[in-house]
């Protein structure tokens, strides 16, 4: 009898033929921009994204996945992350016109997608050049700066859910907020791709926004040293640095990692930090500013390992 023929052997899946890469007791500290932590499990590099989309179709059910682009908002404790970590930046980064939308994937930088609408006369973006990360993150977190917000020029976006399968969604499937969007529906998907709304624009007075701007945060951020941008989000009315600043922190070092005396919402590696010096700096700030202020501050990086593993891998 030929196999080919027997029930059996119709209903068996053929084995998923990978393109991609995998690396096993991955460092992550060159791959956050903290340049500090421990390592992942597993890491992968896709080859594209059928072939990521056929990688996450076949890792178990219950492994931990966390998409990381440039790793702008990310550490890693170091006892590492019991999960794989799935690398977007250099990978996805198609970026284009599509009709009266930009089209950019998760990969692509946030100031490339500034840049980008710039030059071929789309307005509305310019602020993005502030945020140090790639499209993919910023539409996890809602991320913003100088008045602008991420979501807030979004018309659709593509994901990937956790069968593998290619979704198409809108604004009216998530919960957005200042730093936070959280899909409606149960399951985990990841930001693959976004359609950007923007109106026609001027390409010179659009580039000039964005060196102002750029100028701007290069005077009022610490971009000398590795840092992970804000590491709190603002509360309502207020600002974190001003409350960490007004408890007496600024320039306060623990090990390899001090408070910015440049910017107070900032933490920056002063060489050899490690990620508990970090988060010890972290739970100090937000500790001070509850005592003195009553004011609970929410942070906006993410940690992976420990008690974090479950929120961060819905990112």
């Known amino acids: 009898m030929d196999m080919s023929e027997h029930p059996t052997a119709r209903m068996a899946k053929p084995p998923v033929e990978l393109r991609g890469e995998v690396r096993l007791d991955e460092s992550m500290a060159r791959h956050v921009s903290w340049r500090a932590g421990g390592r992942v499990t597993r890491a992968y590099v896709p080859a594209d994204v059928d072939d ?25 404790r170091d006892d590492g992350f019991r999960g794989t970590v799935i690398f977007t930046h250099g ?15 998760a990969g692509v930088s946030s100031p490339k997608l500034a840049r980008f609408a710039a030059n071929h006369a789309r307005r509305g973006a310019e602020f993005m050049a502030g945020i140090p990360g790639t499209i993919g993150g910023a539409l996890a977190m809602n991320a913003g700066c100088y008045g602008g917000e991420t979501w807030k020029i979004v018309e659709s976006v593509t994901t990937v859910d956790r069968n593998g ?17 959280a899909l409606l529906e149960d399951g985990e998907e990841w930001f ?5 709304k923007l109106p026609k624009g001027d390409p010179a007075k659009s580039r ?8 701007q945060r290069i005077a009022a951020q610490p971009l000398s040293q590795p840092n992970a941008g804000s590491v709190f989000r603002n509360p309502p009315g207020d600002h974190a640095a ?15 990692a001090m408070i910015s005396d440049k910017h107070a919402n900032f933490i920056v590696n002063r060489g050899r930090a490690t990620a508990a010096d970090i988060e010890a700096l972290i739970e100090l700030a937000a500790n001070a500013v509850r005592e003195k202020f009553t004011i609970e501050l929410e942070r906006e990086v993410r940690i992976l390992g420990g008690i974090e593993t479950k929120e961060a891998t819905h990112g």
């Not at 000039?208 to 100028?215: A, F, H, K, P, V």
């Not at 600043?245 to 623990?254: D, N």
């Open 91 to 105: 990978v996805l980064k198609e970026i284009r016109v599509e009709g009266r939308a930009i089209y950019a994937e």
């Open 192 to 196: 693959l791709a976004a359609r950007f």
């Open 165 to 181: 399968q290619l979704r198409q969604r809108t604004r009216a499937n998530y919960d957005i907020g200042y730093r936070h969007v």
């Open 208 to 215: 000039l926004i964005i060196r102002q701007l750029l100028e």
């Open 242 to 256: 001003r409350l960490i600043e007004a408890c007496g922190l600024k320039g306060h070092a623990i090990g390899g």
């Open 52 to 76: 990521l989309c056929a990688f996450v179709a076949a890792a178990p059910a219950t492994e931990p996945l966390v998409f990381v682009g440039l790793g702008s908002n990310l550490l890693v």
